[in-house]
């Protein structure tokens, strides 16, 4: 599967071919570069950007059966599924593909690295937004614990394999605000930070103190960050309660 999510784009722009893998499974159909293709695209990305938000099953499909979308050549002969034996691979999320396992973060980076020659990585997108309720209040929103939970989680993940020797440039979280999310419109919450629909007002989630602080002040030295990637040393995220009031806001949060 990952033949197909990643290696299929990137191999042609490191190595200059397809996957072997995907020409076994393909053959003649897919298509081949010429010698000046190969020279023009090989090697001719400067780094990988890594949109990560979890991490799934794949059940074989060539010794096993499968529903029709995942018995095809172009899935790879594999079935994707977010749980085995009726047991998710972990926290649910607004997306339905979408479960907090932060291992997967480790694991996708240490891959990269190993079959890109350590090339420079950026984590472009990196984020969660919870379950939808259909009542939701507006300070539950501000108080986003379990956003904080993710990112602790991801972050102590990627902080290990920087440790042990992949090249991670950067870390962009999604998002810095709530934004409108494609066909799920504004319902669904990646933001740091909140938008009032009426006032366009950017108010901070807890979520927003505890990664300012993460990054700027979470180290016994005050080093930020890079120290705690660099050192391991830990940190709980605890955040004065008085750092998150924003006054007296009503209404409920939903979609328009």
């Given amino acids: 599967m990952v033949n197909l999510l990643l290696n299929w784009t990137i191999d042609p722009l ?4 397809y996957p072997p893998e995907m020409r076994r499974y393909h053959g003649s159909e897919l298509p081949s570069f010429s ?39 172009i899935q790879g002969f594999v079935e994707t599924t977010g749980e085995r034996d009726g047991v998710p691979t972990g926290e649910p999320t607004v997306m339905p593909a ?21 090339k420079p990585m950026f984590v472009t997108e990196n984020g969660y937004s919870p379950p939808e309720k259909e009542e939701a209040q507006v300070q539950d929103v501000l108080h986003d614990v379990k956003r904080i939970e993710f ?41 740091l930070h909140y938008i009032d629909c009426q006032t366009l007002n950017r108010i901070p989630k807890l979520s927003a103190k505890w990664y300012k602080r993460f990054l700027t002040k979470s180290s016994p030295n005050n080093e930020g960050a890079g120290a705690w990637i660099r050192d391991g040393w830990s940190f709980d995220g605890r955040i004065d309660d008085k750092e998150c009031k924003v006054g007296k806001i009503n209404g409920n949060v939903g979609g328009r």
């Fill in 14 to 17: 490191v190595y200059g071919d």
């Fill in 35 to 73: 010698t000046e293709e190969t020279e023009w695209i090989k090697g001719s990305i400067d780094f990988i950007g890594i949109n990560h938000y979890s991490a799934i099953y794949v059940k074989d499909c060539i010794y096993s059966s499968c529903n029709q979308a995942g018995n095809r050549t």
């Fill in 98 to 118: 979408f479960f907090v396992v932060p291992r997967g973060m480790e694991e996708i980076v240490n891959y990269l690295k190993n079959r890109y020659h350590n």
């Fill in 151 to 191: 990112h602790k989680g991801y972050f102590a993940s990627l902080a290990q394999a920087i440790r042990n020797g992949a090249d991670v440039r950067g870390y962009f979280a999604w998002s810095l605000m709530d934004n409108f999310e494609w066909i799920r419109g504004y319902s669904t919450r990646f933001g």
